[in-house]
């Protein structure tokens, strides 16, 4: 698709790595905080040591568990961190560059050994998540694996879709479905509270858009759940973001700057004085257009399409009272496109008959207040306010140039939320967790929606009101010793508009055979709320149906296996089963409906809570943590996804396709070895599955009515062809002596493979054709820190 255009960057990328410099070792600051993991109080006194240099560098943590190395030279890490009573960790492949300070905030986890004055060995257990009550279908995820993954682009979405279990959607978007279930049932949760869902381009009732407003240089690293979760994580069916920020550095001034096909980018960050306090701010704004993938020749549509970005995060210590945070981010984003009253080019592009107008806004601001009384106690307290506006107008040129309305939306959503979680460590083996979420919501709903039976717009929602809901939880870890750990607990959903609720029982074990090895099981009973506009949804005569209808259900039962092997391989099996029951479908008609296909939207017909559902399945990931610049992960999953309609019959999901595998590897190169200061690397990215599904078409109902009309009565029959997709990114980075430059260019599809997305009734040639995912897509960008 991009013919000779490709190639015009070739030479800007052999001038940039060709520069030379004066030879000399550059070195960086690297600094931090070591808390208990638990309490996150500060740990005084403990022993951080800089591997593999020379001389040795190291030092001790002072009364608030800050620590600080200078002059550690530039490249990648390795960080030992040792505490009386606590067990040793080494944190691997720290990025350390000379443009940025790298500050870092390590947890360590009581030893039950107490009289044990050192640890012989220290285990690198990056894939484990940071929730220390996780104990299945979880992993930590760093920002520099946004960065690093072959076109994840610094999308945590994307980035996720390498893990086992997780498929991509549409190559359009970052809606991701996790082991068989809709992308309608993920939850994003940030700082601690559930938060709107943080895409560019989204619709109502979704958790993915086209873009991630999430800005990579406000989050440090978090946690992506698919199963089972713990006992704090409610209002969810199928998987969990919980995204940390980072504090800005509170020392000294930095900037990074970028440029790119995704926009402009601009970050400082710095010290703020409070009084006798230091704290710190960190922002981040984004503005784009994509017309500027459009010129290089890519076919990504016709319209204009823009968006904007602002994240913040400023950290406010208070010293005996605690520490406070004031986090936000907003998203603007915003596709419009003429029609052509012309029909005879209508003949040879059917797009340009049409016309719309299109709004997706979004934004969280929000309050944080943490303390830590005395050594094992800990209270965080948040107030958010969130809003979302969602719009919409569609338009046709009908044969004789009169336009015809055929589609209006305009959702209005906000939301006060006010958390408070307390963590107790009673000592070394007994750990509560509990807390509660209150949510106040209003909302304006419109929908209408062209009827071709009664040549009219019919209205199917039109409200304004407010609704409420509660989630409490607590969660017990007992620790028998170190290889027997047990965590139980409950979350309690309540939503007040119909009283209708939902107990959870939690529960999980995990056996560690060793150091290397563990073996841990996991159950979970979760339920979600129907996005809120299902719940008014009215019919022609203006009645709403869905008002009592309760939430969506499901039972997960997780078996994990954890294999580390030497030279930081490692090893992890899964096989799970999820019983889907009190399902929306149909009410008033027997057929094959069911909430669990949809992915955006409410859905206009009366519903009621007689479904099913059920997701079976085993995965395998096999992954190489990065170790001498090379790094490597292969996931596989075979699984089943099927559900039950009003009518009684069992069907496949849409998103049943039968098996998901993915490869990320990439290599990163020391160009100047001596110095250190250029790094060159190439990332891979390959996807083979099988395709989602999709109704049979009706050829004799389609040419009849003159538009796609499909055999529900043999649901999600069909499968689309296998999907494959090669996605391929290089990066060229150099450190000057109090710079760091990055020029990266990743690419989607880059073998320009025509994958299927579905297929249409064309009623110019009266027969099905094929419609396809995204074609090959660069994104060029060039970053500096300083």
């Known amino acids: 698709m991009l013919h000779q255009s490709k190639f015009i960057f070739l030479p800007l990328l052999l001038l940039w790595f060709c520069q030379t410099a004066p030879a000399q070792q550059f070195s960086q600051t690297l600094k931090g905080t070591v808390l208990d993991k638990a309490v996150k109080s500060p740990l005084i006194g403990a022993t951080v040591v800089v591997l593999g240099t020379d001389p040795v560098k190291g030092t001790m943590t002072d009364a608030d568990g800050r620590f600080r190395l200078a002059d550690v030279p530039v490249g990648t890490r390795y960080l030992r961190v040792t505490y009386l009573g606590y067990k040793e960790v080494v944190i691997p492949n720290i990025i350390v560059n000379s443009g940025k300070e790298t500050d870092l905030v390590i947890e360590l986890e009581e030893d039950l050994v107490l009289t044990r004055e050192v640890v012989v060995r220290a285990t690198v257990e990056k894939q484990k998540p940071l929730n220390e009550l996780s104990t299945v279908s979880a992993r930590a995820f760093s920002v520099e694996e946004t960065q690093r993954f072959a076109a994840a682009v610094n999308d945590p979405a994307r980035m996720a879709s390498a893990y086992a279990g997780v498929a991509m959607s549409d190559d359009g978007s970052n809606y991701i479905a996790i082991r068989g279930n809709s992308p309608t049932g993920l939850l994003w949760r940030m700082e601690g509270v559930d938060i709107p869902n943080p895409n560019h381009f989204s619709s109502v009732g ?58 402009l980018d601009a970050a400082a960050e710095g010290p703020i004085a409070l009084g006798n306090q230091t704290g710190s701010y960190l922002i981040n704004y984004r503005y784009s257009t994509l017309s500027l993938i459009s010129k290089l020749g890519v076919n990504i549509g016709d319209a204009q399409t823009d968006f904007q970005d602002l994240s913040f995060n400023i950290w406010m210590p208070a010293g005996k009272l605690g520490q406070f945070t004031l986090f936000g981010m907003g998203g603007l984003s915003t596709q419009a496109f003429e029609g052509e009253a012309d029909s005879l080019l209508w003949k040879t592009d059917r797009g340009q008959q049409y016309s719309w107008d299109y709004k997706a806004h979004t934004g969280v601001v929000g309050l944080t207040h943490s303390i830590v009384w005395g050594d094992n106690t800990f209270l965080k307290s948040v107030v958010a306010v969130s809003g979302t506006l969602n719009g919409d107008q569609e338009d046709k040129f009908l044969e004789d140039y009169t336009v015809r309305r055929l589609y209006v939306e305009d959702h209005h959503q906000s939301k006060i939320t006010a958390s408070s979680v307390l963590t107790r460590k009673f000592n070394a083996r007994h750990l509560l967790r509990a807390g509660a ?174 479904g099913k559902g059920r997701n079976y399945g085993v995965e395998l990931t096999v992954e190489k943590f990065l170790t001498n610049g090379f790094y490597f992960m292969w996931s596989s999953s075979l699984f089943e996804s099927e559900y039950q309609g009003s009518n009684g019959n069992w069907y496949n999901t ?133």
């Open 437 to 610: 979420y209150l949510n106040l919501m209003d909302f304006r709903f419109k929908q209408q929606e062209w009827d071709d039976e009664a040549e009219r717009l019919v209205q199917q929602i039109n409200k304004t009101g407010n609704a409420s809901s509660l989630n409490t939880f607590a969660q017990w870890q007992y620790r028998v010793n170190n290889n027997l750990t047990l965590n139980t607990g409950a979350h309690a959903l309540f939503f007040f508009l119909n009283n209708s609720y939902s107990i959870e029982p939690r529960a999980s074990v995990r056996y560690a055979f060793n150091e290397r090895q563990s073996l841990s099981l996991g159950y979970g009973l979760h339920g979600q709320l129907q996005p809120l506009g299902v719940y008014f949804v009215e019919d022609e005569a203006g009645n709403m149906h869905n008002r009592d209808l309760g939430l969506s259900k499901a039972h997960h039962l997780v078996l994990s296996y954890d294999q580390s092997l030497a030279g930081n391989w490692h090893i992890k099996p899964e096989v799970y089963y999820q019983a889907l029951f009190d399902v929306p479908v149909s009410r008033d008609v027997a057929d094959s409906y069911s909430v669990l296909n949809e992915v955006e939207g409410f859905a206009p017909q009366a519903l009621a809570n007689t």
């Open 206 to 263: 979704t958790s993915g858009g086209g873009i991630s407003i999430l800005s990579a240089q406000l989050l440090t690293n978090s946690d992506f759940i698919t199963g089972a979760f713990a006992a704090e994580y409610g209002n969810a069916l199928s998987g969990v973001f919980d995204l940390k920020l980072r504090k800005g550095n509170a020392e000294k001034r930095e900037y990074t700057l970028k440029a790119g096909f995704l926009g």
């Open 654 to 786: 849409r998103f049943n396709a039968n098996f998901i595998n993915s490869l990320v590897s990439g290599k990163e190169w020391d160009w100047n070895r001596k110095q250190k200061n250029r790094t060159f690397g190439l990332n891979l990215k390959l996807t083979w599955m099988g395709g989602l599904r999709e109704s049979p078409i009706d050829l004799i109902a389609s040419a009849a009515q003159e538009k796609t009309v499909r055999d529900d009565s043999r649901a999600f029959e069909d499968r689309m062809p296998n999907y494959f997709r090669v996605d391929a990114g290089v990066q060229l980075k150099r450190n000057y002596a109090h710079v760091t430059t990055t020029v990266a260019l990743n690419v989607q599809n880059a073998s320009n493979r025509q994958n299927v997305f579905g297929r249409y009734y064309d009623t110019d040639d009266r027969e099905v054709k094929y419609w396809y995912q995204a074609p090959l897509i660069p994104v060029l960008s060039y970053k500096v820190q300083f």
